[in-house]
């Protein structure tokens, strides 16, 4: 079994549609985080959240929100979705009482907003 | 803010042949910088960390040099395999404020052909 999962894998919608993209994980971490990749770009960090209480601005959270329902699920809401919200959309774990540089990636979500 | 970026987007090897992805960095103060590794249609797997006051840190097949005088990050793979063929991105850690974050360069898409 997957130990980060995301749901759902694809997504099609129209622009101002509201989108949630959930994550779960079974591996017990802390740590969640939630990433765009877009291609030629890399990853970038939209939301992170450290625990439960915890919730964290990254490099591109305009136009996103976050809500941790509890310590295994995070999920990330587009309010109004918009077309250059187009991109493939990771949920990381990590531990930091084990590597702190080791995230736990899903298998993505893919978006398109038309 | 930190800036993490590659020399090369693409790179073909032949099998069995060592392979090296190179990494320009910008931010001296970075403690940790890792690589990660991701195959088409997943999330990307860390492969190897290596500390700021190391040089060179070996894995298996895989060996990682870092040359903080010219900002360089470098991973060599060693008798590349098929299996080897994905997008390779390296990224280095925040402190402080941003401790527990990661910044991730752009990706080298390694291709392995036989």
């Known amino acids: 079994d997957a130990d980060v999962t995301q749901t759902p894998r694809n997504r099609i919608t129209k622009t101002g549609k509201r989108i949630m993209l959930e994550c779960s994980q079974t591996?017990?971490?802390?740590?969640m985080y939630w990433y765009r990749q877009d291609p030629g770009l890399g990853l970038r960090l939209i939301y992170y959240?450290?625990?439960?209480?915890?919730?964290n601005k990254g490099e591109i959270s305009d136009g996103y929100s976050v809500s941790r329902q509890a310590q295994a699920k995070f999920s990330l809401s587009l309010e109004s979705a918009i077309p250059n919200q187009t991109a493939l959309y990771f949920c990381?774990?990590?531990?930091?009482?084990?590597?702190?540089?080791?995230?736990?990636f899903g298998p993505g979500t893919r978006l398109t907003v038309l | 803010g930190e800036s993490v970026g590659l020399h090369l987007p693409t790179l073909s090897v032949q099998e069995g042949d060592n392979s090296i992805i190179n990494c320009a960095y910008s931010?001296?103060?970075?403690?940790?910088f890792i690589w990660y590794k991701q195959e088409s249609g997943k999330g990307p797997q860390f492969i190897i960390d290596i500390r700021s006051n190391m040089d060179k840190r070996q894995g298996q097949r895989v060996t990682v040099l870092l040359n903080k005088t010219v900002k360089h990050l470098s991973l060599q793979i060693a008798a590349t395999q098929p299996g080897d063929s994905a997008v390779y991105f390296c990224a280095e850690r925040g402190r402080g404020s941003t401790l527990g974050r990661l910044y991730f360069g752009r990706g080298t898409q390694l291709t392995v052909w036989p």
């Open positions: 591996k017990g971490h802390d740590r």
């Open positions: 959240s450290f625990d439960v209480k915890d919730i």
């Open positions: 990381a774990t990590s531990d930091p009482t084990g590597n702190y540089n080791e995230q736990f």
């Open positions: 931010n001296s103060a970075s403690d940790y």
